[in-house]
């Protein structure tokens, strides 16, 4: 596609600005056209370095005045297609805006830049015996993190950033900069503008400061991990548990085809069964009790084997095992390229809606291994796509539609964490109906133009 | 005021439809008229007892077609004269809407329509081994708790109204009906209109039905008060309390002032000074050890006297005296009216705000007991208040708008439970800026004539 005159404009001008922090080389751009999903790469026109709030203050005004599309850029590790430039424009990368501002200790908070990643940020707070728990498995940055309302293993016990999030800098579609709240633990003051930024995928405006909530590092941490014989015996065994009240961090879910995964990248030898990964925070005899009701439960649910783990280092290789899943059945089909569901159900349903989704694949052919937060009734099946077998492909996408349709029917939805982006918009319509055209009132007023990572989450005719 | 034409042509209407369910005589109106705060009085034109959301529905469409202002109505338990119909028109009563509707023990959360109180959702619980937590001390309606971002005593364990809704159903402007998510634990499905809803007053929808998320009832509970020498000794035990990780439930600060009013009121005899009500929560054992490590805490910042409290009565006794405190601290002033005040600041910044603010209100001669919820950094100065006393009164106010200033100049809020309503409005305006006139897009283009609770939070005009 030929770049128009307009952009060539805008480009130009940004280019007097930014200097050559201003980037249109081929590479670059192809660097930023595509996240870890399956869908269709686009390349922007220029990529911004950004280095402070006044950068984007800056570009926002010169895309304005062209009506030039600003997508927001971090790790690139979405998996709903949300930093893909489908109109091309100007991507805005925040990878050297990441600086730590603020650690405050006594009161629990801190304020980053959006490219700040998750790991570099605990790295900076372990000294202080502190850490931000959110932990969707890649090491995003706190930015994408906030757009689009991940959220990962913990949040069984710590919440997603919609409860970690205090408040936002954000730069709107006309240039200015608001704060969306002070920094108090909670407020009424007025309409929650923080956690309607939360989660928006950039379709509001740029986000370039963001507080959050810290947690103390607890004095004990301790895992564990059990097999069961089936599905329904696992969930049961999570039900129970968060019944009894135990204030559980971590409860993981993977079904026999992900545990072999597991098993084939890292030699390990976990019995190929549903696994649960368990992960446990407190005082060393709280931590000590949990364990112990814990591991009562799963027997009575027919585990055979709950193994506790005391030693970091028989933690660390327990949960490396966990986040290595999706990278671990990815290696089955080398080539093939992410696609990830991301259903999430009321718990009570969760048993039935994934022995129904497994009898589908296997009719259906398809090898999707199962792994997911079953504290939140969250789950995914990690499919390797390759898009060029349209027959297969089209099986697989067929599956994901009738999988999104059940969860809805259980009063589930169709994304627990990872957003909408390019490949959901028509199961958010299915999902919550008119609420759609009272998103798009919102897009409307906050974006006239729609200059703010356009065609995503909705398309704006109603 | 005479009854304009218009509004004469609404009543008819809408008493058509509902009969004798729309209610009409001076001490109806009277009784809908006011809340609990100092806020002048206004009647409505009609009241509606409403039985339904149908009921809300066709009201909606009358009071849209007739451009009648619209208030909801619960407990009448706001204290910012949220329900206050300053314009007139119908206020639409809940308290026979006021249904549980279904308790899901395995997926932890119960639907109720907006009329249920705190109390009764709580008493119907309670023999399912559940709870919610959320508890503002008044026996507040779930709609109106919802609608105030409600929060208090145990938002230190449990949160806030924000993080125990999952879902509301709200009937828009134009009488449409929304539900603005489904019932799973967390979504990624696009803006989050359910947190929107919360805490926006009436002033964007009428909610008629709730979805809450539930909490085990612990395994044990028990509580303990402690008196220190000054507040700052007080606050500081409460912030190296969370900087333990101690999962503490309820840890609440009354100063000697209050103490007074209570041991007045109650005939108690609780030490007259700076003291904190602590809750645990948890099984025997980590209750057992919270109540240590807290105990210690306290003897280190020079409490003289930490009792911990294990039997139910002495308990009931101990949080009677924290929920009475603002009923004692009325009772020392017959005939005053009510004045609250309801900054939260970091935690950090507590005892700062909190001396500061008592010596000014000593210096102006004004008597206003502290009482609060500090794990949060939230606490209220209740202040008796006879309007007609214009000096006092304008002394008294020219207190609450310095104390609002100070918090927000220490990245604190105005208000942290209790909402805008009318006497705020200037406050939210320093508060968050620009931020403002986005909550005004919000407004115009979900209720574009301006019928919901109008003149509530915000002028409309900029």
């Known amino acids: 596609m030929a770049t128009s005159e307009n952009t060539l404009r805008a480009i130009a001008e940004l280019s007097q600005i930014f200097g050559d922090r201003l980037l249109t080389t081929k590479v670059v751009r192809s660097h930023h056209g595509q996240d870890e999903s399956w869908h269709k790469e686009a390349l922007p026109d220029a990529v911004l370095m950004a280095h402070e709030t006044e950068d984007v203050v800056k570009a926002v005004k010169v895309c304005a005045n062209y009506n030039m599309p600003i997508v927001a850029f971090g790790a690139g590790s979405s998996v709903e297609g949300q930093v893909i430039p489908i109109q091309g424009g100007l991507t805005i990368n925040f990878t050297e805006m990441n600086k730590v ?103 509001l405006g740029i986000i370039t400061e963001i507080t959050l909530r810290l947690h103390p590092i607890p004095e004990s941490i301790s895992s564990a991990v059990a097999s069961f014989p089936d599905i329904a015996s696992a969930v049961n065994a999570v039900i129970t548990t968060l019944m009894y009240g135990v204030p559980i961090a971590r409860i993981e879910l993977l079904d026999g085809l992900a545990i072999e995964a597991v098993n084939t990248y890292l030699k390990s030898s976990h019995d190929v069964k549903p696994t649960l990964f368990l992960e446990f925070h407190g005082s060393d005899s709280s931590v000590k009790e949990q364990a112990e009701i814990v591991g009562d439960i799963c027997s009575e649910f027919d585990s055979a084997n709950f193994i506790w783990k005391t030693l970091e280092e028989d933690r660390n290789a327990l949960w490396e095992a966990r986040h290595n899943g999706a990278l671990a059945v990815m290696s089955m089909r080398p080539g093939a390229e992410l696609l990830a569901t991301d259903v999430c159900v009321p718990i009570s349903r969760l048993a039935e809606i994934i022995e129904k989704s497994q009898k589908y694949l296997q009719e259906d052919g398809i090898y999707g291994p199962l792994m997911g937060h079953v504290g939140d009734g969250n789950f995914h099946f990690v499919i390797p796509v390759d898009r060029s077998n349209t027959e297969e492909f089209a099986k697989i996408k067929a599956f994901c539609s009738r999988l999104a349709s059940d969860a809805i029917s259980m009063d589930g939805t169709c994304t627990g964490e990872h957003g909408i982006g390019l490949g959901k918009q028509s199961l958010l319509k299915d999902e919550l109906g008119e609420c759609v055209d009272y998103m798009r009132l919102i897009k409307q007023s906050f974006d006239p133009n729609n200059i703010m990572n356009p065609g995503k989450i909705f398309s704006l005719d109603a």
Chains 1, 2 share one sequence.
Do not use: C, W
């Open 101 to 203: 501002l603020d650690i405050r200790t006594e009161d629990f908070d801190v304020s980053v830049q959006p490219g700040v990643t998750r790991k570099q940020l605990n790295m900076e707070l372990r000294s202080m015996g502190l850490m931000f728990p959110v932990d969707p498995g890649a090491n995003a940055t706190i930015g994408g993190m906030t757009s689009t309302r991940a959220s990962g293993t913990t949040s069984v016990r710590y919440g997603t950033m919609e409860d970690n999030v205090i408040s936002l800098t954000v730069v709107t579609a006309d240039g200015r900069v608001i704060k969306t709240s002070q920094r108090a633990r909670k407020s009424s003051a007025g309409y929650d503008l923080t956690h309607l930024f939360v989660g928006s995928e950039g379709t």
